[in-house]
């Protein structure tokens, strides 16, 4: 194992995404357990998302440590897992409010895992980098449509918990700002030339900290205090 | 470990299978634990098929990254163990429904190890590639007969869980689809004299995150519906 | 990690029961949470026995593919921890029909590990082979003699449950006719003069899947029936 | 894997440190189910500290195997992670004698990961070490500010139990007495241009134990005190 | 990984303690979820104890592999963790017999982690060594006088658990002659001048054997015959 330097933020932003998601791994995991039953699910996958993030962040940091600067291949193959993950995380959480279509389930994650890897064959020059750019845009608007203006944010209003409310309002604000920062980290590597020599890393470090942990935690928690509220009423 | 570039399809495609599975693993797992009774056998044993899939996909991509290709005994390893267990996650999903006999259940996990077997002798030249693969589709052929026309459809037909029915039709139909790209692939690689330069990996993980990933989450689901619809009735 | 070819049989066996024993491990331990109080522990016994297998076919592989053969040592660990163990399953299956001293337990477990031993101390020629092979051999009669004229035989005998009697059956005739394997393997290289160019070690290695893996989902199956009997009784 | 000496009381401290962070996390894990159902997420927290340690100081003990002293950087990944879950820890273990507000939990955690980070800085020169060592002090009396004369400090005060306030007085001692060699070490790398040769390591060793040993034994050991004495009132 | 040979007697007996430990802390892992209340304790530490054995053994099978003998201080960082755990088993086995006070359960921590500490002092020369033996053997005679004639023999004495007492006993005498071992080792490599070259590794595991294994399968069988009593009296 290569021993990195006091200064090499890169390589301190990869290993305290690492700690921090197996942290929030086993948080989740033994949480999944503590809540009511419709929440073991929405909060397992968040858990499972957090998990793959180790294996994938342990990966990246190797390969930074090896020298060249990380293959942004590395982030992609996380987020094709983890992001279809978090989106099926807030369908569950929003179907403990009421009924929602095995149709909208599929779309949600099969646009999900398309925008990741439309994005990546742009990367790597297998699609025209524009093009991609421009599909991935629209698949990332249309899951946004969703949960803004679709059948979840319907059930959810109409649903009488406040925490549930409150805590979709929050994980609904933490995909929109913090997946922003990955078709932006896409537009600046596929348009500006820009290759990776750690601060993108580093940026795409602290959105997964923003993603993954701070995303699996608010979930957990809305579990925590709707399971309460439920045992209260 | 090597670092792979953006560019190595083969490479991200071997990661995200082994992402996927991670996820699957532990997915059905902690699922074995949330559906009734009769349920958690064939759940446990798709978390089991894919858990073996981890390691086998783990060092295929080892083997990649080495830099001469994969054998193609790395693929053989995995469905060694995953396919007999797989039927018998189909089996024992069957006798929720009603009763079968031993007799079959040895006869299924018999077959679907010597169908792997029996293809892996033809590929590694220690049997004539071409009865090889002529056996490995006659033992392919009987289990799809024993799925369509056997004993197990009879009794999947006679229960009154729509649930059941629905999730029985399309694991079928799975097994009939996902499968078919082994027999192809071996099809071409004994036959049409093609070596892997890692396309034909990239079909087999495809193949795997149908056969294992949704295979898995599609008896899941089943088993959580009928749990559900059971415990309402 | 060396990569090993399509035609090196010997590696994919140990892939092969490598991943088999994981998958033997992951069910049995599941398992044992499954079954009646009394049954939890021979389960539990044979999942620990699989696990074991694990790590030394695992050790034994890396010794292989580093290309000098497997010294027979690798396999002598394995089964000095897995025999005692498999040993223990049984006497505390057969617990589960009556009383059985302290006294027994200890004699079995004393004389499992012995025949280990002295079959080691021939083979690694810290003790006359041919002595060590005697010793071992009736230190092998001696449990056999027990498991069929002995008090755990006659405990079984006059139990009530029919499912308990059978799988004491397969399970003494497993523990008799694959155990066979192990002594005539000593016999072989220790007088043959044979060394293990990876034959002995394929034939090893099938003998773990019928010793570990059909002997501890047998005894997982008899407690499963057993305790489904004793519910409806 | 390098072999040390045993004269080589560094790496001798790290390997004490790694076995005993990992019976620490294995024995709260454990415990955490053992506790009444408010106790179980303090617990946890602490278990979680431990294990982001064992995580920490194998890495520590690799770059210290290396041959070229400890980097600072790999004591503040781990504090990064466990600082925070340990504050947090303490906070809802004073949140089971009463209600507390969700704005201070944010603040506890905020200063704490910025108390670690802004002394990072400091010791990487990206920030001027006296600033960095200034404000790293400030964070840190603002939390002993909170645990002393805040809101944590009145709820516990206005418990009924006996073993709460005794067990809050020991944490509270603990977190004073053992962060107290952080700023510590701090003071001495940044100012002094002390390397590390080792000692500084052991001293940050020693720390572990006292701070995330002790820290969550004394935390399983409350929890399991209070739930007994709630359990006979 | 290196390879050792058949007749490498040494490296033979560390990967038998490895996998012994292996199977022993799974045992008692599932087994401490089988015992009474009271009993989770004690056995969950003996698992520990068994894990933490797991990786110094491992750790010190590296270090011989390597080449270059097992320098003493990797069984002294086994057992800084391992003893006190066993200590802290031992008293609350005895506790669930009676009130024991926690004076003398710190009492019984400190002095036993003192005691290897003090010893490896010795060893490594950072301490007279005859000084260190000393004061080691004074610091073991002191554990025994509480095993023996201490409150910890009084509350066992005067339970009415038959199998509480002749477990005790048994207990007792495993750490009375498994114990010795240790200070005997420790007198002949620091006043004989023996170095290790393998001999004394394998007398240390066959202590581990004892100490480690036969210790903690003890306690839970303690544990599960008195759990038996209690629920049928």
Known sequence: MAVYQTS??????????????????????????????????PVALCAIAALV??????????????????????????????????????FFLARTAGRLSAGLFWRLVVVSALMVFVRYLGEAQFMHPTLA?????????????????????????????????????????????????????????????????GSLSIAYNLADILNRMAFGVAVLATAALVTEETAHA
Chains 1, 2, 3, 4, 5 share one sequence.
């Open 8 to 41: 090499d933020l890169t390589a301190a932003s990869f290993s305290v995404a690492l700690f921090g998601l197996a942290a929030t791994t086993v948080l989740l995991m033994l949480g999944s357990a503590w809540v009511g039953r419709k929440w073991r699910l």
């Open 53 to 90: 993030g180790i294996g994938s962040v342990f990966e990246a940091r190797e390969a930074w440590l090896a020298g060249q600067g990380v293959p942004v291949v590395y982030h992609y193959v996380g987020w094709s897992v983890s992001m279809p993950l978090q989106v099926m995380a807030l």
């Open 133 to 197: 750019f421009l599909i991935g845009l629209v698949f990332w608007l249309y899951l946004l449509g969703e949960f803004y203006f679709g059948r979840m944010d319907d059930v959810i209003r109409s649903s009488t918990g406040d925490y549930l409310r409150r805590g979709y309002f929050w994980l609904r604000l933490i995909v929109t700002v913090g997946w922003a920062i990955y078709p932006l980290g896409n537009f600046l590597t596929a348009f500006a030339g820009m290759t990776d020599d």
